[in-house]
């Protein structure tokens, strides 16, 4: 298949381009899931650095780490215990830089998690800040003598927290944590704290990572009488740091992980003075919804919500990540329809989320998670592939917390699906090995060597995705036609049209597109690349089978 | 021959759009924009109340919906996804209003057929037909025809209202009785605007080729309900709360309520008879909310004029009546009528003996069946005044128990009935 | 003499014998004709009875009236009255064509004479029979109208209706029959106009008071009936 390529190579070290991050593929994954090297039955980062070929045929463009910093891994790496190292179990810092010279080498940014808001009570911060009220660094946390204060404000972790105070028995009072009782959170109140938060950021920035993603930035400051979120000294903050980002490290990304209703998020955008981009979360779980439905109502809806956000900003979205599939940003009734559909037994169920994978989620029906894929790929803002969900992985309710969606990638159908050649009792996680996904059902190598895998689908749909800059940073505008099972809509940028229809119901559909305003032009479909008849001054029929979408480009010749 | 196509391509381009649906609700009208817009909104707000999970498709068959102002329905179009956005309420899908546009004020039988062409078309599960003109219209009532078909999966789903004890008194003492008797399912509201039923009676009464007859075309529910009992479908009633009022002019004059009603009735009986013959007694039908209520609200109606007009109406109309009756029945009418006013009573054997003299005649095409219908109105106004004279101190339950004794004569008498069918015509002069 | 008489008597047996040999054959043509009219009579009835029937005439007829009409009048329902209908007219022609057959003089002339009014005689029959019905159907509505609106005197309203409709039909049949053609129809114009006329000056002029009293109390008595009868339904 030819493409059309409107930018460099990626194979090149990718130019200086401020606005990277909304060309972007990103792939999430954590370090220790993806490759041991050692044997020691815990991915590393000489294991990762192995597998850049992988990630860089698959067609992504930047890889997203969550934490891989030393750590009690109490909350997978987010209670952090040292900010300027690595984990022993994942490598060196030395192996982080190899493998980061490797992956740039390949055309692939680097972002790395960054959680501001709070470290592990093993963090010698902390560990100083609690032996005494007269430590320098008492006030680098929230210390009360009751837990009374900031009344109302919720508990995110419901399923385990009762309280966002916990008491000190060390230094004999409460101390704040938004999450974990084992995560104080930091006191941004403390000008301290930031430029401590500030060098930390210029380590990792000195190395060469090409940006940061800010965990629980919505929380950093509290106030009596709030709810403790999106307060406006938050805002402060995140410009100061901006401020200081563009100014010594162009080119470095923010990325904002708020939970939170789009007209809420776009103030972490500023007047693009904050975040470079922010995750889009709502959109999320009604993708799914709208599929179950068989209907476009919940997409409709939340992108219609959704406000206009500077040129230089960007949303991220993405189907599934490491956390559970949350359902806090949708009313309760759809929160109920959604666990009835996807997470019937109540196992599957975590802190008002669905903690399963994309492909189990999907019944393994390749049809959905295409079309999902799809939906992915031609929304507006940067998509993000969840480690595995390319090659349909599986998921394991019976672990605990989250860990069921966290297990070892599956490479091929040998030992371990390839992950490790440790034993495998000494695997962090148990591998995938049921009879559907499996890792000798499903792994990369079976799926690279099969033409009509999933995984070399995902490839030529990446492939299409780079080569048009519409999907990117184009407009948005939805046809709404009278079937409502059809999701329709124009993308344009620049001198670039394409159109996107989706079926998400599963059943074949037939639908009449309004595109007499662009009467005259011819689609083609971008994946074999074949004419369709002209549009005209009729209404355009077009049948769809069960989940099938187009990608049409436009021209008019 | 090709079949009739009723169906227009408009209409039917709309039903594609719009996919399988788990709930339909139906409604026709004509020049009502007022009316449509708040019927339209009521079940709108019943779809994302009480169902919100389900594929949902409002079908209205009118034209020219415009008020007084000459201003066209809001949101009346052709294929519309609503609006309506409710406080609090997630509406969970694209809930569609369909509309077929007909240039003439549609009949109830027309509009009917293009409500269970919908239905069938789109394989409802569970549908409803109400009327926008009907005041009492809510979101309540709405779900209420709707649940025991769509959770219960009952087929036909009659309405039950509170009613005031002098309301009603057709269907008290005529059709509710003789339908029960005879057809073995007790549903109080024969004949009114709002009912429910499933998708598979709509497909029956769809394939039925009755559409071009006049008893269709003014009460088609009755039609439904008796299709639905004949064909061994499940039904109930569902209680609605107070009985609308009758808009001014509408339904109260009696010879034309008669000619809809029990002609429609007879016209059942025509066609059903191989059902009815053999139905043994009658069940009652189950009743979702209480079961029917009657108050005990003062009325003011003239009784000496009802008497009147049945009186006269029986000494003038004597050569039809007598080519109706049977000559005892007919004598003691007679008899009854040569009494005082205050001392007239219209015994239930000798009412019930009337109908069923009447309802052989219908069968035998004695007169024009429509004459034959009018004929009854002052035996009508015979029963209704001696049902006031000697119910005006009566409580609802000593009312609810002289209805049961009603029910009770009419099934004893069946065999006349039955004698009367087969009876061989003779000449009057 | 004898002679004579012989040959006379041999002249008219020879002329008797060459009549009849010249009617015999008449004759029979006569008959064959008249049988093979009775048989397409009987074809034609029966396919007749069985497109009627098609048709529903019956059940038309008994919605009409008519039906009550031929019983009254012992006649049978309307599909077996036109089926036995058309198979006498049938034969008949068959029969009369017969007759013409056998070449009597002055014969053939009547039966033209007859064939030719026969049409008009049908027609007569048709016209009185429709009006006896349209009278019956007429006047039987006028009265249940009357009866349920209330209307003090509905047997003469529903009289004069038949009345009028029975004098239309009988000067449409004389008419068509010939029978005083001129005569009735000056009579029927001049009773209907000034039955009309008479009407209208007496509503109108004498009767202005009644006649606003009757619409008050018209109106009135629409208004109160909706009030103060129960709602049946």
């Known amino acids: 298949m030819v493409s059309e390529t409107r930018k460099e190579s990626p194979s090149l070290m990718p130019q200086k381009d401020n606005l990277w991050y909304k060309d972007a593929v990103i792939y999430q994954l954590h370090v220790r899931t993806f490759c041991d090297s050692n044997a020691d039955g815990i991915g590393d980062f000489a294991g990762l650095t192995q597998r850049l070929d992988y990630l860089q045929e698959l067609g992504i463009t930047a890889i997203w780490l969550l934490p891989f910093y030393p750590s009690p891994l109490r909350d997978d790496g987010y209670d952090i215990a040292d900010y300027t190292s690595v984990h022993g179990s994942y490598g060196s810092l030395e192996d982080f830089k190899t493998f980061l010279a490797e992956a740039h080498r390949r055309g692939l940014r680097i972002i790395i998690e960054m959680v501001l808001n709070h470290t592990s009570d093993q963090h010698p911060w902390f560990k100083e800040a609690r032996s005494s009220r007269d430590n320098p660094r008492r006030d680098w946390y929230v210390w009360s003598d009751t837990d009374t204060r900031y009344q109302g404000v919720p508990i995110v972790f419901v399923d385990t927290e009762t309280s966002n105070w916990a008491w000190d028995p060390i230094s004999k009072s409460y101390y704040w944590h938004r999450f974990f009782s084992h995560q104080p959170d930091l006191n941004f109140d403390n000008p301290a704290v930031f430029e401590a938060v500030w060098e930390v950021m210029k380590f990792w920035l000195n190395l060469g990572v090409d940006g940061f993603r800010l965990d629980a930035v919505a929380y950093l400051v509290e106030r009596e009488g709030t709810l403790c979120e999106n307060l406006p000294e938050t805002h402060a903050i995140i410009r100061e740091l901006r401020r200081r980002l563009d100014l010594a490290y162009p080119g470095a990304m923010l990325l904002a992980e708020a939970n939170q209703w789009p007209a809420d998020v776009r103030a972490y955008f500023g007047d693009g003075d904050e975040f470079h981009a922010a995750f889009h979360f709502p959109l999320m779980p009604r993708m799914f919804m709208a599929v179950k439905l068989e209907d476009r109502k919940p997409i409709i809806e939340i992108l219609d919500q959704t406000p206009e956000i500077p040129d230089s900003c960007q949303w991220f979205i993405f189907l599934r990540n490491h956390d559970e599939l949350t359902l806090e940003m949708v009313t309760d009734v759809e929160r109920d329809y959604m666990y009835d559909e996807y997470a019937m037994d109540r196992t599957m169920r975590i802190n008002r989320g669905i903690r399963r994978r994309l492909a189990p989620m999907m019944d393994n029906d390749r049809r959905r998670i295409e079309l999902l894929n799809g939906l992915l790929m031609s929304m507006p803002g940067t998509p993000i592939v969840y480690y595995g969900d390319e090659i349909g992985m599986g998921d394991n309710i019976y672990l605990g917390d989250r860990n069921g969606v966290r297990t070892p990638m599956q490479w091929n159908s040998a030992l371990n699906a390839g992950f490790s050649l440790a034993d495998p009792e000494r695997l962090y996680a148990p591998v995938i090995s049921n009879a559907v996904y499996g890792y000798q059902a499903v792994n990369a190598d079976s799926q690279n060597r099969s033409e009509h895998s999933l995984l070399r689908w995902m490839k030529s749909l990446l492939e299409v995705r780079n080569a048009f800059q519409v999907f990117s940073r184009g407009t948005i505008q939805f046809l709404n036609p009278s079937n409502h099972r059809v999701l329709a809509y124009m993308r344009q940028f620049g001198g670039e049209t394409v159109l996107v229809v989706n079926n998400l119901s599963s059943s074949a559909q037939a639908v009449e597109l309004d595109v007499q305003r662009y009467k005259g032009y011819i689609p083609i479909e971008m994946f074999g690349r074949n004419l369709f008849p002209r549009f005209g001054n009729v209404p355009y029929l077009l049948t769809l089978g069960p989940y099938q979408f187009y990608w049409f480009q436009l021209r008019r010749i | ?429 | 003499m004898r002679e004579t008489i012989l040959r006379a008597l041999r002249e008219v047996y020879g002329n008797l014998v060459h009549m009849i040999a010249e009617f015999l054959p008449r004759f029979l043509v006569m008959l064959i004709i008249i049988v093979i009219g009775l048989l397409v009579a009987f074809v034609l009835k029966y396919i007749l009875r069985a497109l009627l029937g098609v048709t529903k005439l019956d059940r038309v007829s008994d919605d009409a009236g008519a039906s009550r009409v031929l019983r009254m009048a012992h006649l049978p329902p309307m599909t077996e009255l036109l089926s036995r209908s058309i198979f006498w007219v049938t034969w008949i022609g068959f029969i009369l064509v017969g007759l013409s057959v056998l070449g009597v003089a002055g014969l053939q002339e009547q039966i033209s004479r007859l064939f030719q009014f026969l049409p008009e005689v049908f027609v007569a029959m048709l016209i009185l029979f429709l009006g006896a019905v349209i009278a019956n159907f007429l006047s039987r509505t006028a009265l249940l109208a009357a009866v349920n609106a209330g209307h003090p005197s509905p047997k003469i309203l529903s009289w004069s209706i038949r009345f009028v409709v029975w004098i239309l039909a009988i000067s449409m049949t004389m008419e068509e029959l010939g029978v005083a053609r001129q005569t009735v129809i000056s009579a029927f114009s001049i009773i209907f106009g000034a039955s009309m006329l008479g009407l209208a000056i007496a509503f109108g002029l004498g009767g202005q008071d009644l006649a606003r009293k009757c619409l008050e109390r018209y109106l009135g008595d629409t208004k109160k009936k909706e009030d103060k009868e129960p709602q049946p339904l």
């Open chain 2, 1 to 429: 021959m090709a079949e009739d196509v009723f169906l227009s391509d408009d209409l039917l381009r709309q039903l594609m759009s719009v996919g399988e649906v788990d709930l339909l609700v139906g409604m026709s009208s004509h020049n009502a924009a007022n009316t449509v817009s708040h019927a339209l909104d009521a079940i709108e707000e019943s779809f994302q109340r009480n169902f919100v999970r389900q594929r949902v498709v409002i079908v209205h068959v009118g034209g020219g919906d415009k008020d007084e102002d000459g201003v066209v329905a809001k949101g009346h179009g052709n294929l519309a996804e609503t609006g309506l956005r409710l406080p609090g309420i997630t509406s969970l899908r694209t809930s569609h209003r369909v509309t077929a546009n007909v240039p003439d004020p549609p009949s109830r039988g027309i509009a009917l057929r293009t409500i269970l062409a919908a239905a069938d078309l789109l394989r409802a599960r569970a549908c409803a037909v109400v009327s926008p003109g009907v005041s009492n219209l809510t979101p309540d009532s709405i779900a209420s025809l709707l649940r025991p078909v769509y959770r219960e999966k009952f087929d036909f789903a009659a309405p039950l209202y509170a009613r005031n004890k002098y309301q009603g008194l057709l269907a008290r003492n005529l059709l509710y009785p003789m339908s029960r008797a005879l057809f073995g399912c007790g549903i109080r509201e024969l004949f009114s605007d709002e009912w429910g039923f499933s998708g598979r009676l709509a497909s029956l009464c769809l394939n039925q080729d009755v559409w071009h007859e006049e008893a269709i075309q003014a009460r088609p529910e009755a039609w439904m309900a008796v299709s639905a009992i004949s064909s061994d479908f499940r039904c109930c009633q569902a209680f609605l709360g107070e009985k609308p009022q009758a808009a001014k002019g509408l339904g109260t004059d009696i010879v034309e309520v008669l000619r809809q009603t029990v002609g429609t009735l007879f016209w059942c009986l025509e066609t059903q008879q191989s059902w009815w013959w053999d139905c043994g007694r009658s069940q009652p039908a189950p009743a979702f909310g209480p079961d029917h209520e009657l108050t005990a609200d003062p009325t003011d109606l003239d009784r000496h004029r009802i008497f009147e007009m049945f009186r006269s109406g029986v000494t003038e109309l004597e050569p039809i009546l007598s080519s109706i009756l049977d000559p005892e029945t007919h004598s003691e009418i007679k008899s009854i009528v040569s009494r005082e006013e205050g001392k007239f009573r219209f015994k239930s054997d000798i009412w019930v003996r009337t109908l069923y003299d009447f309802a052989a005649s219908y069968h035998h095409a004695v007169i024009n069946r429509d004459h034959l219908v009018q004929a009854l109105a002052p035996l009508y106004r015979g029963m209704t005044y001696s049902f006031l004279v000697e119910h005006s101190d009566s409580s609802p339950a000593d009312m609810e128990a002289a209805s049961e004794l009603l029910c009770g004569e009419f099934e004893l008498q069946k065999p006349y009935l039955m004698e009367r069918w087969k009876a061989k015509i003779e000449v009057k002069s």
